[in-house]
C-alpha cells in the first residue's frame, strides 16, 4: 500500500539572502506556528521572500499544496507588486493561497471603510479622489469635528492623518499615525502639501476621510479570526492617535495584549462577527466564505451609543496582509484550518 505523501505547505515571510540559505524556521517569528503543523503532520517549510529572488521562491511555491503569506503592502520600501505576481501565478498552478492578493483588495485597504459605511459597524466615510476635491469639502466636514484620513493601503499608521480645526483660527491639528509622529499645527495648503504624494497613482490615486471617534480613548479592540470565526482578542488602550492633554504630548502607544476568544469582555463582539457582520462584510465586498483570508483581523474602535445600541463598534481597518504577532489561541485553529483546506484540495 502507497502511502500518501505529507500535505507540504509554505510559510513565506520577507528575509534577505542569508535568512532565506540558512532556511531556519527557528529563527523566524512564527517558529510556533511551525511546531504547531509539524505536530499535526504537515510538513511547514519556510520561503523566506525577497524581490532580488522571487523567482527562486516562485519554484520553491510550486513544489507545495498551499502557501501562507505574510509581508505588508510595503515592505523595506518597496510594494509587494511582484510578490502579488508571483502568489497570483502560483494560485492559477493549483496552489492554495492565503491570503490571495484577490482577497486583499477586497478587504485590505482603507476602501473597505467605503464599501461597510451603512452597515452596523461603518461610520460616516468620504473617498477623496484629489486635492482640490479635499480642499473644497474637508473645512466643511471639519466643522462638525475631527477627521481622519487615510491612504489607499498602508500598515503601522504610515499614511494615516487626525485632522482637527482650531476655533477662532485658520489653522488646523494635525498629527500623523506613525510611530514617533508629534501633533503639528498647519494651514490648509501645507496640509495638501504634505498629503499630496497620497493621490499620487502609485499610492493609490485617492484617500479615505472617516469621521473620528472621540470613544477611541477607551481603547482599540482587534479581533483575530481564522476564516469566519474568531479566535482571539488584542486590546490596546493608548494607541498611534490618543489626543494629548492639555498642553502636554500625546502619549506614546501602549502595548497590546492579547485574550483568547473567550474572552468574556468581548463576546457582544464575537457574536456579532460571527453571526451578522462578517456575512455583510462579504456580500458587500463580493467575496465567498471560502475567499476569506485563513487568519486576519479588524480593528474596532467603541463608537458613540445609541438607545437601539448600547454597546456599538466601529471599524477601523481590516487587516490581510501580514498579521503578525497574534494570541496564543489563533495557532490551533489556523493549523486546523489550513490542514483542513488542504486535505480538501487534495481530493
Avoid at 480645526?165 to 510611530?179: D, K, M, S
Avoid at 492639555?246 to 502607544?253: E, H, Q, S
Wanted: aromatic fraction near 6%; hydrophobic fraction near 40%; glycine fraction near 8%.
Amino acid at each position: 500500500m502507497t502511502a500518501v505523501p505529507a500535505i507540504k505547505l509554505a510559510l513565506l515571510y520577507p528575509g534577505d539572502r542569508a535568512m532565506r540559505d540558512r532556511a531556519d524556521p527557528s529563527e523566524s517569528r512564527f517558529a510556533a506556528l511551525f511546531d504547531a503543523f509539524r505536530a499535526a503532520g504537515v510538513a511547514a517549510e519556510p520561503a523566506v521572500y525577497h524581490d532580488d529572488f522571487a523567482d527562486e521562491v516562485t519554484a520553491q511555491l510550486s513544489q507545495v499544496d498551499g502557501v501562507l503569506a505574510w509581508c505588508n503592502p510595503i515592505e523595506g520600501g518597496r510594494p509587494r507588486v511582484r510578490l502579488d505576481a508571483v502568489l497570483r501565478q502560483v494560485a492559477l498552478a493549483g496552489v492554495f493561497v492565503s491570503t490571495h492578493p484577490d482577497a486583499i483588495l477586497r478587504l485590505g485597504t482603507k476602501d473597505v471603510l467605503l464599501d461597510v459605511r451603512d452597515l452596523p459597524f461603518g461610520s460616516d466615510t468620504v473617498r477623496i479622489d484629489s486635492l482640490e476635491q479635499l480642499a473644497a469639502g474637508l473645512p466643511g466636514r471639519l466643522g462638525h469635528g475631527a477627521r481622519v484620513l487615510k491612504q489607499h493601503r498602508g500598515h503601522s499608521g504610515i499614511g494615516v492623518w487626525r485632522v482637527e480645526g482650531i476655533e477662532g483660527n485658520t489653522l488646523l491639528r494635525v498629527r500623523h499615525a506613525q510611530r514617533g509622529s508629534a501633533e503639528e499645527c498647519m494651514d490648509l495648503a501645507s496640509l495638501l502639501q504634505r498629503l499630496a504624494p497620497y493621490f499620487e497613482p502609485d499610492h493609490g490615486g485617492h484617500m479615505i476621510d472617516q469621521a473620528w471617534q472621540p470613544r477611541l480613548v477607551e481603547g482599540m479592540v482587534r479581533a483575530y479570526l481564522v476564516e469566519d470565526r474568531v479566535c482571539g482578542f488584542g486590546h490596546q488602550a493608548i494607541n498611534a492617535l490618543y489626543p494629548a492633554q492639555g498642553d502636554a504630548p500625546a502619549p506614546a502607544p501602549g502595548p497590546r495584549l492579547y485574550h483568547p476568544a473567550d474572552l468574556p469582555r468581548f463576546q457582544h463582539l464575537k457574536r456579532l462577527l460571527e453571526t451578522q457582520w462578517i456575512a455583510l462584510l462579504c456580500q458587500r465586498v463580493g467575496l465567498m466564505r471560502e475567499q476569506l483570508p485563513m487568519l486576519w483581523d479588524c480593528d474596532f474602535m467603541l463608537g458613540e451609543p445609541t438607545p437601539d445600541e448600547p454597546e456599538r463598534y466601529v471599524l477601523c481597518e481590516i487587516n490581510v496582509s501580514s498579521v503578525s504577532p497574534f494570541p496564543p489561541s489563533v495557532v490551533g485553529p489556523l493549523v486546523a484550518a489550513v490542514k483542513a483546506r488542504l486535505g480538501q484540495q487534495r481530493g
